[in-house]
């Protein structure tokens, strides 16, 4: 789920899109290219969510601690990574969810 990019790495592709500027129509768009750099440089950093996952009705039922979703633990085991109980990772809202012992 995890499909952000880092702010270096929008930039460095919008630079290889930019070419020589010869010609009216190369300059123009190396001038929006230019433009959506400036704007990305001036967004704000996104803070990961971090979440857990909390144990609801006898334990059949967890609720993700971020956004609510409350699903069954049966569910969530269809998506589960590496044969573990629950994933690490609400599907609604992406969280990252704190490891539990």
Not at 3 to 30: M, T, V
Not at 37 to 46: C, N
Request: charge should be neutral; include cysteine.
């Amino acid at each position: 789920m995890n499909d952000l990019i880092s702010r270096q790495a929008a930039i460095d592709a919008l630079k290889r899109k930019q070419d020589d500027g010869k010609g009216d129509l190369s300059r123009f768009y190396n001038t929006i290219i230019q433009h959506d750099i400036e704007a990305i440089m001036q967004l704000p950093p996104i803070q990961p969510k971090r979440g857990r996952w909390e144990m609801r009705i006898d334990e059949r039922f967890v609720e993700c601690s971020e956004c609510g979703l409350m699903t069954t633990r049966n569910e969530l085991k269809g998506i589960a990574v590496f044969g573990k109980n629950e994933p690490n990772f609400c599907p609604n809202c992406g969280a990252k969810m704190e490891v539990t012992t």
